[in-house]
């Protein structure tokens, strides 16, 4: 599967953005979806996932109650809807696929083998 991200740019402190994630190939619904992101000198760091088939939802503390992640398997896309975006959000946002992914990895990058190019948030006044 091919992945491919959009949706970046420049948002003000307080605001949101809607990252989409779509992908080409077959059996999209056997994926599972993550987004991770990347600050300058920092580590790739998990952001959310959704699980394939029935969807269960994941997030990293930091981003519960601001960011909802969904899919629509019909138009083989996964979405990243950011609110009340803060400065500290600025990075390179990827998503990852990785097929029938154990309940217990959806946060490690390692095991996702499909990878799209990234996409940049900035979030300054």
């Known amino acids: 599967v091919q992945l491919q991200a959009s949706g970046g740019g420049l948002v003000q402190p307080g605001g949101s953005r809607r990252l989409s994630c779509s992908a080409s190939?077959?059996?999209?619904?056997?994926?599972?979806v993550a987004w991770f992101r990347q600050a300058p000198g920092k580590e790739r760091e998990f952001v959310s996932a959704?699980?394939?088939?029935?969807?269960?939802?994941y997030y990293d503390d930091f981003v519960k109650g601001r960011f909802t992640i969904s899919r629509d398997n019909d138009k083989k896309t996964v979405y990243l809807q950011m609110n009340n975006l803060q400065p500290e959000d600025t990075a390179v946002y990827y998503c990852?696929?990785?097929?029938?992914?154990?309940?217990?990895?959806?946060?490690?990058?390692?095991?996702?083998?499909?990878w799209g190019q990234g996409t940049q948030v900035t979030v300054s006044s």
């Open positions: 959704v699980k394939y088939g029935v969807g269960t939802t």
């Open positions: 990852a696929a990785a097929s029938f992914l154990h309940d217990d990895y959806y946060n490690a990058a390692r095991w996702y083998n499909f």
């Open positions: 190939g077959r059996l999209f619904i056997n994926y599972t």
